[in-house]
């Protein structure tokens, strides 16, 4: 088990060096490009590395000199005998492949190139950039940069910048793309006294980016928060990965430079018109739960307001103040931000009756009148910090002759630690506030000069708050995930479809291809019939029944309307014929005849309704993205429209739809009936796997999707692919991996489906979990777990809802006679930070055992590691667990003995890297 270590009170094994840990936590530090010349980078930084308090050395390299600044200088990395963990690269960029070279030659794993005149100089520094990374991709060493400020770590004491001071010690990690911004980020926390766990210039990002330091610093435990100043996104798929195991017990905050939207080109379809990179960024980081806020003093105003108080449960904010207008102005800026005045209920209303002036507002905003005095301010925030309606409260103070600022915030100080409520001041003035303020800031109260100010940071909370559950909900709709073979049969219908288009020279797929494609993933269309003359239009029309819809039948053309090509409300043969000759003749007239190949017959859908849209685009950055809004051929008009990466849960797609306009609608108005919630968030579940299933796809309209209270139905489709030649993009979270989906029997031939886990598994897990033995989760999890602490959200949060990138959790379900689902086993292989090794573990419910689940999952879990180039599978297990003893020995596994615990290392060699 070499570089590995063992906590049995936590049962995992984890690796004694992170990688990045040579370059934060240096022992030894080469600077090549060390100088004396005054003003210079490489004085700088060794004079910084100097009087840092590392506890390290610091070995200058320059050829042409014996010394910098008094100390010993070596010609080249390859001339110091000492082992050095960092090399600091501060010469010019055509020099620096060379050093590269000698630095992995040398056995250094880390680099920190500070040299700029890489890839932001064009092409010819883009393929220096690439030479530098395929040179240390053969030694295996991390680089930060190039074109980048370096890195510190107050906390070790360590400087490796060309900065003019050292960070103060705190527990924020601030990453950031501009060294500038850097420079003034540090001036200014001198000033605050803001503290840094780390302090990073990222640069161009040539290898260590945004997720390996999301991930990294997510295990720091002197890091609290995570502030990123963004300009760009190498690795999408690293990145949201890494934040969304990080944001549940961290917060991440984010500025992100360029929101234009001048990026979002022309498109063939509806929806590559209504999406911009700047919105797809956004939908990305709701998704992982990173807050992204709009100015830098946002960034650290609500890093220090999520250390001091819980996040809010809702949206609805009370506001208690002394006048009207700061009221009013804190209201505004609450909505406008989207979040929401509390409606406070009738008890809470009768208490503030009981003692408040008959003036007081009755309502929220909660004014008290100009003389409110210390008692008042005190027992108007008892009483409503504890309405069940409230989710957060906002005391504003003016100045007045009858209200004493500091008083109040002596008397206020004990509200600091709301249950679940977040509490907020605005101590509106300046000298004569100023006491007040301190009080309620020394006790964890954030404080703000402005009102609209406090609200912006309620918001900024609640949005934090909300995404952050909605990636962990547990989702309420079940989602049915298909045994082997109707998996393999769905996929040779679409991919029988997508070849017959292939062959005929296409991208396009026609209306009728493209609804067969939505049968398949049972997204309910209206029946499509081709016609090819005008006599066999008549024809189908009267097997239909009327009235009728007729719609262009073309396999270039992509809007119908624009050409001519619907006709609506036909009612006999004769109307059909006519349509028929108008929508050949528009077409020829305004665009080919030979655009013109028939027309489709439809039923037309009488039932009233909302048009909605649904659809899928590719994002250069962030690959498919799906599209949810208001639909018709004023669409682009509306632009009523909500984004989301796929694939989607229940929550997530329910999340979506209350997201648009047309959502009010929806739930019914004006007499009509609300729509089928349920019905519709499958729908979009099932169109966010199609999307994930098959990157082929560029692009997918489904509009109008028809929806009312007697149903849904997919009026018009149509499916664009990607060129033969054109590389599909990946997608930015990894879809659920049917791959893995087996059919099994066990040995006593009942029939069952080795399968990923999915969040909708939560049910059936707790009920796993009644099943299995005190015995059997001790050889598990090394302690008893007892009810509630075994089947709390929480935990079992980490089990559903796999990361398909860091984890796999394989279950065996067995479907009972009744049609109800039983989890018998569950095995689970995870990924370690930093490696390419991976961990595993299996839990078999009593009853089921001896029937071979065990070997068969673990089996299972090999192939799996092996598909993911996993390089050593490695686990632990009690030295009297026999069976898993013996079941590793079986399948190749070496068992080494612990010295120090009554357990047994497992180790596999997979040689999977590269195959």
Known sequence: MKDYKFDPSLNILYKQHHKLDYIFSPENVALIGASEKEGSVGKTILSNLLSSDFGGKVFPVNPKR???????????????????????????????????????????PTAIIISAGFKELGEKGKELENEVLNLAKKGK?????????????????????????????????????SGALCTAVLDWSFKERVGFSAFV???SMVDVDWGDLIAYFGNDPNTKSI???????????????????????????????????????????????????????NAALKRVGILRVETISDLFSMTEVLSKQPRPKGPNLAIITNAGGPGVIATDALIQEGAKLAK???????????????????????????DATVDLYEKTLSIVAKDPNVDGVLVILTPQYMTDPTAVAEKIKKFSKIDQKPIFASWMGAKSVEDGSKILSDFQIPTFEYPDTACRTFAYMYKYSYNIKGIYETPLLEVKIDNEKVICKRHKIIFDIFKKVRDEKRTLLDEYESKKVLEVYDIPTVITKIAKTSKEAAKIAEEMGYPIVLKLFSKTITHKSDVGGVKLNLNTAKDIEKAFLE????????????????????????????????????????GPVLLFGTGGQLVEIYKDKTLGLPPLTSTLSRRMIERTKIFDALKGVRGQKAIDFNELEKILISFSYLIAEYPEIKEFDINPLLASSDGIIALDARIILHDKNESYPELAIRPYPLKYVKDWKLKNDASVIIRPISPEDEPLIISFYKDVSEKSLKQRYFKVLHYPELIAHERLVKICFNDFDREIVLVIEHKQSNNSSEILG??????????????????????????????????????????????????????????????????????????????????????????
């Open 66 to 108: 014996e010394s910098v600044l008094g100390v010993k200088a070596y010609p080249s990395v390859k001339d110091i005998k000492e082992k050095i963990d960092l090399a600091v690269i501060a010469t010019p960029s055509h020099t620096v492949p060379k050093v590269i070279e000698q630095c992995v030659n040398a056995n250094i």
């Open 141 to 177: 060493m991390r680089i930060v940069g190039p074109n980048c400020l370096g890195v510190m770590n107050p906390i070790k004491g360590l400087n490796a910048t060309f900065a003019s001071g050292m960070a103060l010690k705190g527990n924020i990690a601030f990453l950031s793309q």
């Open 201 to 203: 210039s990222i640069g």
């Open 227 to 281: 502030l990123i100043y963004m300009e760009s996104i190498n690795d999408p798929r690293a990145f949201l990965s890494a934040a969304r195991e990080v944001a549940l017990s961290k917060p991440i905050i984010l500025i992100k430079a360029g929101r234009s939207a001048e990026s979002a080109k022309a498109a063939a379809s509806h929806t590559g018109a209504l999406t911009g990179s700047d919105d797809v960024l």
């Open 344 to 370: 406070l209920n009738d008890k809470t209303i009768q208490e503030l009756n009981s003692f408040l002036p008959d003036a007081w507002s009755h309502n929220n905003p909660i004014d008290i009148l100009g």
């Open 583 to 622: 929508i050949k003749e528009s077409v020829s007239k305004i665009s080919n005849p030979k655009d013109f190949e028939g027309v489709t017959v439809q039923k037309m859908i009488k039932q009233k309704g909302y048009e909605l849209i649904l659809g899928s685009s590719c994002d250069p950055q962030f």
């Open 826 to 915: 569950l095995a689970r292989l995870t990924k370690l930070e930093g490696t390419n090794d991976a961990t595993f573990s299996i839990l078999v419910k009593d009853k089921w055992q001896n029937q071979g689940i065990g070997k068969k999952l673990l089996t299972s879990l090999i192939k799996i590691a092996k598909d993911e180039k996993i390089e050593y599978l490695l686990s632990q297990m009690f030295k009297d667990n026999i069976g898993m003893k013996k079941m590793c020995k079986d399948l190749g596994f070496s068992l080494e003995e612990s010295k120090e615990y009554p357990v047994i290392f497992a180790e596999l060699y997979l040689d999977g890297i590269g195959k």
